[in-house]
């Protein structure tokens, strides 16, 4: 029998927290729903508490498979997902009270395709809800819907923007998705690219989408742990951002993307630059003199890949931090920066 949505959960020796979070799938007062909880490989306890809740509850589908990543296992779970929508959930997290049948009537109200929630960002010492709008919508006015898949790219091409949007808009998480717009059009998580990969993914779902609603309701509870995924950190960083900047330019190639959105795209680099500055280059792991730092950091700004993007920072609807780096990169100040922050490290 289908279900009117497929929860797709990628496990990962998540043991300690995944408990938490099927309890939240669980307590869902959506009934006609299956729970998908993939199991890649954990060498943890993640399988036995899996298979409980399979055994105890027929809403559970246990699927256990040798280790290939997050898209990989996503990529297995929507293969068998029969629900007419389907929703991501991280292993590590929560889905809020009732979140399930939120999304659901608001869908079934606007006949979307897609539908967003907000979140709430915590750990133990933190808790801090954002909105990813300023307002509800339903709509199937393309331009607006532009804008949203802009937004994926970077936070200041919003329709409807709000200083509380945060960072997280091109995560899977979060919203609730008609498989069909996978299915009809071959959409699946790019397994050779394990950053930005959902942003990639979701490009593509608001290429193909009619209608998309918002709904200002606080969804999922996004837990931030030193291993999240967005977390990556030091040289490796580099390659990870060149890789999903290729993406990027070929979605922008394929479906021929106009202006507006490759300045949503070069927006996305100075991110990328801004993160890998503070990750890589002018961390104390990353190795050489401050001078050998400043100098790669360089190559890489005046590097054809980040160019156009720091030629056009003008032009870009940065945001606070962003806009700030913006400033630094324009006006030729790196160095300054660079100094800064190797000095902020060095006496942290």
Not at 213 to 220: G, L, Q, R, V
Request: charged share 30%; aromatic share 16%; with cysteine.
């Amino acid at each position: 029998m289908a279900s009117l949505i497929s929860v797709i959960v990628p496990v990962y020796n998540s043991a300690v927290y995944l408990t938490e979070c099927l309890d939240s799938l669980k307590k869902q007062n959506f009934k006609d729903v299956e729970f998908i909880i993939i199991n890649d490989g954990s060498k943890d306890s993640s399988r036995e508490i899996i298979d409980n809740y399979a055994k105890n509850d027929s809403r559970f589908i246990a699927i256990h498979k040798n280790n290939e990543g997050v898209s990989a296992a996503r990529n297995d779970g929507l293969k068998i997902a029969k629900g007419e929508f389907v929703f991501f959930c991280d292993s590590d997290d929560i889905l809020a009270e009732n979140a399930l049948d939120k999304l659901y009537q608001k869908a079934k109200t606007g006949n979307a395709d897609v539908v967003i929630g907000d979140y709430i960002a915590f750990n133990e010492n933190r808790k801090k809800a954002y909105s990813y709008f300023s307002h509800e919508f339903s709509t199937k006015e393309k331009n607006i819907i532009e804008q949203i898949q802009q937004m994926v790219l970077y936070r200041g091409y919003s329709p409807y923007y709000t200083k509380d949007c945060g960072y997280l808009f091109s995560t899977p998480w979060g919203f609730l998705i008609k498989k069909e717009i996978f299915e009809k059009n071959k959409i699946d998580f790019p397994k050779d690219l394990n950053y930005y990969e959902d942003g990639i993914v979701l490009l593509k779902i608001f290429e193909f989408a009619s209608v998309v609603a918002y709904i200002k309701n606080e969804i999922y509870l996004y837990r931030i742990t030193k291993n999240s995924l967005c977390h990556s950190e030091g040289l490796e960083l580099i390659e990870k951002c060149s890789k999903a900047s290729s993406y990027i330019s070929n979605f922008i190639t394929e479906f021929n993307k106009g202006h507006e959105f490759t300045n949503a795209y070069y927006a996305r680099m100075i991110f990328f630059l801004k993160k890998i500055a503070l990750k890589s280059f002018f961390i104390k792991e990353f190795p050489g003199s401050f001078f050998k730092k400043y100098k790669c950091f360089k190559q890489l700004v005046k590097s054809k890949e980040y160019k156009k993007a720091t030629q056009n920072i003008k032009y870009l609807k940065l945001k606070e931090s962003e806009k700030y780096f913006g400033f630094v990169l324009r006006f030729r100040l790196a160095f300054f920066y660079a100094l800064a922050q190797h000095f902020r490290n060095r006496f942290k």
